[in-house]
């Protein structure tokens, strides 16, 4: 069985940095790409950052130049580097995954996510 466990999400003041990390644990032959959401109350679910296999990059215009988002594949690890945080990025971040695993194929996954909360 294949899981995502996020960590690191909690309470911090706007302009304060908060680091996410999201582990993906299981029988992994490969992990594709790999990305972070967040949806906060009342909004759709978005994507925040993704990193591909090659470690190509892609950021939500509102996040560019705040966030960096990582990973260590030898860990099956990734992670989102958040600084100089925002009011408006308080969400449950989800961190998602393109992974194939062993006698489960291709599938795509999804962490239980963890809340983020920036206060002004």
């Known amino acids: 069985q294949v899981q995502l466990v996020e960590s690191g999400g909690g309470l911090v003041q706007a302009g304060g940095s908060l680091r996410l990390s999201c582990t993906a644990s299981?029988?992994?032959?490969?992990?594709?790409?790999m990305g972070w959401y967040r949806q906060a109350p009342g909004k759709q679910r978005e994507m925040v950052a993704s990193?591909?296999?090659?470690?190509?990059?892609n950021f939500a215009d509102s996040v560019k130049g705040r966030l960096t988002i990582s990973r260590d594949s030898a860990k099956n690890t990734f992670y989102l580097q958040m600084n100089s945080l925002k009011p408006e990025d308080t969400a449950v971040y989800y961190c998602?995954?393109?992974?194939?695993?062993?006698?489960?194929?291709?599938?795509?996954?999804w962490g239980q996510g963890t809340q983020v909360t920036v206060s002004s």
């Open positions: 998602n995954a393109d992974i194939y695993a062993f006698a489960r194929g291709r599938n795509d996954y």
């Open positions: 299981g029988r992994i032959f490969s992990i594709y790409a």
């Open positions: 990193i591909s296999s090659g470690g190509s990059t």
